[in-house]
């Protein structure tokens, strides 16, 4: 494999060890994104002269036997959203496109303090708002495995970057899949960690001062060791709880036959596809093999219904309260100008969730209750493995959102119960690693998620490491080979 796909942590020993240069290093992946990214569309803010100057500051400093940390001279791409002194932050909305940051996120100042060298930022959809990354300042990002399909939302620039080689780490949020559905979709690694435990400040919509209800900021990487890794260098108190202190557990297991699995391979009313229900079912006989304890049937306390309801509904008011008014109001409008018959949950949700304190009030006792459920189901349980996603990376599909449908196997589903496997997880803070399980018999890469109770981030993490050992992990897609 070229040194294009190699691990943060690899690519990060080779200049400590010195075998590459920083400034080498940062030069190669400049060339690929040069001779590679057009199609794909990836990288849309570059800034590599900024770039290549810090990666000679870094080479210096090791000259003069100095280290800045574990990502010394690590050449990477952030998410778009976050914000990067003096580069655009802009959310794909084209009122934003010259919104210049004034300072970095907390998480991009994190992994600079760790030696971590940014060359840019990548593409997302508008307003972070879509399984898809096209947005009308930047365009539309393809997905490396095969440019006329998505590379998911709306951390996609991120994932598609990653998995052609352009990048050696990357950063992305989720509030419904936007770190998981990428890394599913492009065949890497991505973690959504528990809800609260990596500060969020440098990554709201400009003009908030506050990241959205159910949102959290994460790692998408091509080895799970560097999700570790990065969890290490961004977790913790942010800057408004300085009175509490981060003492996330580390895992216990070093084998898989130590870990109890639950198995979730569907759910009645939001269908998967087959081969995606075949690759749950492979992961399952590999655990069983391996000697972990493994469940089909095992399942929180918890009525699926009301949990789906309230994660929608809980969405719906995150999204309306972390965009402008004018924005909300106009899609509010779309939503309204539909009949009943026509209107999927989402736009249901949209036009009749009154969100007032009252209302989520309510929404926050049913959320808890679900956390409850959850917290005793994981006291037996160590992992739960469903899908992410119900099919792989489907054609890029710019129609009307509201109207928008999904092929299963043939059979035609609303867009919006794509969310359903990001939501069951996403709407009670639980933390979820996804993993890829290798290419379908389209080509297309195909990704699980690995769940595990709030705040057991590095058992999720180091749960794939140990299965990408019996499964393998990431694979180069084909065409991006030096």
Not at 103 to 127: C, E, H, I, W
Not at 255 to 284: C, H, Y
Request: proline letters at 6%.
């Amino acid at each position: 494999m070229t040194i294009a796909f190699e691990s943060a942590i690899s690519l990060a020993q080779k200049i400590k060890d010195k075998e590459i240069s920083s400034k080498e290093l940062t030069e190669y992946f400049i060339n690929r994104i040069e001779k590679y990214d057009e199609p794909i569309n990836a990288v849309v803010v570059r800034d590599f002269d900024r770039a290549l100057e810090a990666a000679v500051a870094a080479d210096e400093k090791q000259a003069k036997g100095g280290r800045l940390g574990p990502l010394h001279g690590l050449p990477m791409t952030v998410k778009e959203s976050y914000n990067i002194a003096g580069l655009p932050t802009h959310w794909g909305i084209e009122a934003l496109k010259d919104n210049i940051a004034q300072t970095d996120a907390y998480y991009v100042t994190q992994l600079k303090r760790a030696g971590a060298v940014f060359m840019g930022k990548t593409n997302v959809p508008v307003s972070l708002s879509d399984f898809q990354s096209y947005n009308p300042v930047y365009g539309t990002t393809g997905n490396p495995w095969d440019v006329g399909r998505t590379p998911g939302g709306s951390s996609g620039g991120s994932a598609a970057a990653l998995a052609a080689g352009f990048t050696g780490l990357e950063a992305g949020s989720d509030i419904g899949g936007s770190i998981r559905n990428p890394a599913h979709f492009c065949g890497v690694f991505g973690h959504k960690p528990t809800y609260g435990i990596v500060p969020w400040q440098g990554h709201e919509l400009p003009g908030m001062n506050k990241m959205a209800d159910l949102a959290v900021v994460g790692p998408l990487a091509r080895a799970p060791e560097d999700l570790t890794l990065s969890m290490d260098l961004v977790a913790g108190a942010e800057p408004l709880n300085t009175g509490w202190k981060l003492d996330l557990p580390r895992t216990n297991k070093s084998s898989l036959k130590e870990f109890k699995v639950a198995i979730w391979n569907g759910q009645d009313g939001f269908p998967v596809s087959q081969e995606t229900g075949e690759r749950v079912e492979m992961v399952a006989e590999t655990l069983a093999k391996a000697g972990a304890t493994v469940s089909t049937t095992a399942r929180p306390q918890i009525d699926i219904n009301d949990s789906w309801r309230t994660y929608i509904a809980l969405l719906n008011g995150a999204l309306s309260a972390s965009v402008p008014p004018d924005q909300y109001a106009a899609m509010a409008e779309m939503a309204a100008s539909f009949s009943d018959d026509d209107l999927s949950d989402m736009a249901v949700s949209i036009r009749g969730t009154v969100q007032d304190h009252k209302t989520w009030n309510g929404l926050e006792n049913h959320r808890t209750g679900l956390r409850l459920a959850w917290q005793a189901f994981f006291k037996d349980w160590d992992i739960v493995i469903c899908p992410q996603m119900p099919t792989s990376a489907f054609p890029h599909d710019h129609s009307n959102f509201f109207t928008r449908k999904l092929i299963v196997d043939n059979q035609e589903i609303d867009y919006m119960q794509q969310l359903f496997w990001a939501g069951l997880t996403g709407v009670t803070y639980l933390p979820s690693t996804v993993f890829p399980t290798g290419p379908s018999k389209e080509g297309l890469p195909i990704g699980l998620q690995a769940v595990g109770g709030e705040f057991m981030d590095y058992q999720c993490i180091d749960f794939t490491r140990l299965l990408a050992d019996e499964i393998g992990g990431f694979v180069a897609p084909p065409g991006f080979e030096d």
